[in-house]
């Protein structure tokens, strides 16, 4: 039984059974393959039900009657030409297309009845015209879309045109030759592809362009999160230069003065290094008759004559209350002096309200080794320029048991 189920049919038989049943099951399987596609694609899909389950058929018939099964699998390809030409000409949004998803299977019932010998011999002609009027009928679309250049259907007409030319070819010459199983095979070629590029192709597509557009999505997130933390980084910085300044006059507070100091000194410990500290002469006289806003005015004044006349690379800071300091690298005690001096002289000639300094100079390392001894060491030589009375300058190097001194 079984050999005689696979041996029935001469080579040419069993060829044409296998290209059969290989295509028409593939474009059969994708309408359960792809889920996201069009109705047109999935109406067309299921017509290729007809050949591939009649062709069964044909193949379980063929041991008692192989008359009947030939019959079968002309009908097959006829039904499926008709109902896959329909199925292109109408629109794509057409309702009647949903009537075309149950059309094969009625047209398997169909292939059925009409595969009896005497109803089959009846409709030869009925057949032989609706193979060559299909034919016409693909041909004249093919040309009208390679005409328009409308290639979304052109392979889908032209796989039609080729089965219905293999199947007009079949029924003039009563057998299956080879040049009907090689137009056979073009036109299931023609049909898979045209399914292929209506569903997977586009499905395939549409993935890459989703791939394309996140990865796009995914750089400029990434490019916008870059430019988050550098704006935040830049914010930070902000709020950490505003919170080592004072408020009042922008320079730099006592802590960050001193860890400005700190670091030139770990960074250069060879470094010839100055500093002056300085304040308003009887500041707390001017407060206490002329009023704290008077004061602060007194304050701002010699903070913009102090920005305005040191170098570039001088460090100037608020070390608290009317309490100056400035840090002046690569500055020798003798050159701090007579830069001191031409400031307290400016100070005196064009502060406005007129107010007086005194200074006190300590460098490094010859006054001290250290920053908090440096700044220890010019605080008191600032408290000698008080003793002294006021509005004057002096080095810490000039005082009696300095280290300087000796």
């Not at 002309?74 to 329909?86: K, N, Q």
């Not at 595969?115 to 679309?141: E, W």
């Not at 080794?369 to 509005?391: F, V």
Request: aromatic share 10%; glycine share 4%; with cysteine.
């Amino acid at each position: 039984m079984g050999v005689s189920l696979v041996l029935f049919l001469n080579l040419e038989n069993q060829i044409f059974i296998l290209i059969v049943l290989a295509f028409s099951f593939s474009i059969f399987a994708s309408v359960l393959a792809v889920k996201m596609q069009q109705l047109k694609m999935r109406v067309f899909e299921l017509a290729f039900a007809i050949p591939l389950f009649l062709s069964v058929t044909a193949f379980l018939t063929a041991t008692y009657n192989k008359s009947e099964a030939t019959s079968l699998l002309i009908l097959s390809h006829i039904l499926l030409i008709v109902d896959c030409s329909f199925i292109l000409l109408i629109p794509q949004d057409a309702d009647i297309l949903k009537l075309f998803a149950v059309v094969p299977f009625a047209f398997i019932g169909l292939g059925l009845y009409l595969s009896t010998p005497q109803i089959y011999s009846c409709l030869f002609a009925a057949m032989c015209f609706l193979v060559f009027v299909f034919l016409v009928i693909n041909l004249v679309m093919l040309i009208n879309n390679m005409f328009h250049n409308e290639k979304i259907h052109m392979a889908g007409h032209a796989g039609l045109f080729i089965l219905a030319s293999s199947a007009g070819l079949w029924l003039y010459q009563g057998f299956i030759s080879s040049e009907v199983l090689i137009l056979l095979a073009l036109g299931y070629i023609c049909c898979t592809y045209y399914v292929y590029k209506n569903t997977l192709s586009v499905f395939f597509r549409e993935y890459q362009n989703s791939k394309e557009s996140l990865k796009r999505m995914n750089a400029s997130i990434h490019a916008e999160v870059i430019r988050r933390v550098e704006a935040i980084e830049r914010s930070n910085r902000k709020l950490l230069e505003k919170a080592k300044t004072d408020s009042m006059t922008g320079l730099l507070i006592k802590s960050a003065i001193i860890e400005k100091l700190e670091n030139i000194l770990e960074r250069s410990p060879r470094m010839n290094l100055s500093i002056l500290m300085f304040d308003i002469d009887n500041f707390k006289q001017l407060n206490d008759s002329l009023g704290h806003q008077h004061g602060d005015l007194c304050i701002k004044t010699l903070t913009n004559l102090a920005k305005t006349s040191f170098r570039q690379d001088d460090i100037i800071g608020r070390y608290g209350g009317d309490e100056f300091i400035v840090i002046l690298p690569d500055t020798p005690s003798v050159k701090a002096f007579i830069i001191a001096d031409r400031f307290r002289e400016l100070i005196q000639s064009k502060s406005n309200p007129s107010i007086t300094i005194s200074v006190g100079i300590a460098s490094f390392p010859d006054d001290a080794k250290t920053p908090a001894a440096l700044i220890e060491a010019a605080d008191k030589a600032l408290y000698t320029s008080k003793q002294k009375g006021r509005n004057t300058v002096t080095l810490y190097s000039a005082l009696q048991g300095s280290p300087g001194s000796s």
